[in-house]
């Protein structure tokens, strides 16, 4: 970025001192500097000036209380009429019949929402009923399948017994071919 020359800087300040003091006015141009600043603090403070400002501001006060007036007599006149239709023996029967209609309504829909919830826990005995009689049911499938497997380990190990008894007796025989007398022992030679 390239500073523009101080004479650029200067001279445009001379221009726009120059144009000011032509717009200020001729015909002050005798005065000296301050008695020129001396009349224009009196024309900023010109008591007309001030008036304006302060009339302004009193009407803007006086509007002010003019509105609050207004709102605090509509206020008070909405309040009496409102009375005023509350104390009425239709508005009385509006309201009866108001309130008796949305106690109904309120009452309809309190018994359906107890019935709802009648329903649910209905239904949630009986999902729990059927819960415990599956149950019931695999321990007994359970417990009866045991009682078979047992049944069938006994009959098992009764036939492998019974087995190995006729076994152990055929071996027996061949073995000893001779008949014995019973109860008679025979004592060796």
Wanted: proline share 3%.
């Amino acid at each position: 970025m390239v500073k523009p020359s101080r004479e650029g800087r200067s001279r445009s300040r001379n221009r726009s001192r120059s144009r000011s003091k032509s717009r200020s006015g001729e015909r002050y141009r005798s005065e000296s500097p301050p008695q020129r600043n001396a009349r224009r603090r009196y024309r900023r403070k010109s008591p007309g000036r001030a008036q304006a400002r302060q009339s302004v501001q009193e009407k803007a006060a006086q509007h002010s209380q003019e509105h609050d007036a207004v709102v605090l007599k509509m206020a008070e006149t909405i309040k009496s009429k409102v009375e005023e239709m509350m104390a009425s023996e239709a508005i009385q029967q509006r309201i009866q019949l108001r309130l008796k209609e949305e106690r109904a309504a309120l009452e309809d829909k309190m018994t359906k929402q107890l019935e709802d919830e009648k329903a649910k826990l209905i239904e949630r005995k009986r999902q729990e009923q059927e819960e415990r009689q599956r149950k019931q049911l695999e321990l007994e499938k359970i417990l009866e399948d045991n009682r078979r497997l047992v049944d069938d380990a006994q009959k098992k190990a009764a036939a492998d017994k019974e087995q190995r008894e006729t076994a152990r007796y055929a071996e027996a025989v061949q073995t000893d071919s001779r008949p014995r007398p019973m109860g008679i022992k025979l004592v060796a030679d």
